[in-house]
């Protein structure tokens, strides 16, 4: 499976994308980080990182779009561009009919981490670590997205979006039923 990570800002929109390994690895495909000039007028942000993320999705086919769920911030400001920003992320994908998931900060933290609780720094040592890289994904943002794609491979089931409308993927399928497998395995 491969996955398309969006971690939404309006200044910096963090992307990453990971395909599924077996033996629950991840390889990293491609990291980045969209920009957009703080001095443009909002409309014209926003059109930039819809282009830079139909570009994205458009160049690496993903199977699904893993995008952190906004949470409440006491800064309006930020929250509202960081849920535009997703929605652009999610029509993109639905124009293309791929999946959209939708994770929690914290689920993300956990999943790659251990900790619903960790830092920035903590969960990019451990998407460091579980890609292999030689060097850390810079800034956050990027590492954040890597860490989102990570998450949905590793719990694919029951964040995605649309209903009846989006199914698992046979690939999903796949890692789901491989997944519950090893869990019934016995423990020695």
């Known amino acids: 499976m491969r996955v398309l990570g969006v971690d939404p800002g309006l200044t910096r929109c963090g992307v990453g994308v990971v395909d ?3 033996g629950r690895r991840a390889k990293l495909v491609d990291v980045g980080v969209v920009r957009t000039d703080a001095d443009l007028s909002v409309d014209l942000r926003l059109l930039r990182v819809a282009e830079r993320l139909d570009a994205w999705l458009d160049e690496h086919l993903p199977d699904v ?3 952190e769920r ?3 911030q006491h ?3 930020t929250v509202t561009g960081t849920a535009q920003v997703a ?5 993109a994908a639905a124009r293309r009919g791929v999946p959209v998931a939708l994770h929690t900060p914290s689920e ?3 999943a790659v981490t ?3 609780r960790a830092d920035k720094e903590q969960v990019t040592r451990m998407v460091t670590r579980i890609l292999g890289l030689a060097e850390a994904p810079r800034p956050a943002d990027a590492a954040d997205a890597l860490a989102l794609a990570i998450c949905h491979l590793w719990r694919p089931s029951g964040a995605l979006q649309g209903g009846e409308r989006h199914e698992l993927t046979a690939a999903q399928r796949a890692w789901a039923a491989a997944e519950h497998a090893a869990r019934q395995r016995p423990r020695r």
């Open 70 to 72: 906004v949470f409440a």
């Open 87 to 91: 929605g652009i992320a999610m029509l």
């Open 20 to 22: 599924s390994l077996p």
């Open 65 to 67: 779009v893993a995008v």
């Open 108 to 110: 993300v933290k956990a």
């Open 75 to 77: 800064n309006v400001s």
């Open 114 to 116: 251990g900790s619903g």
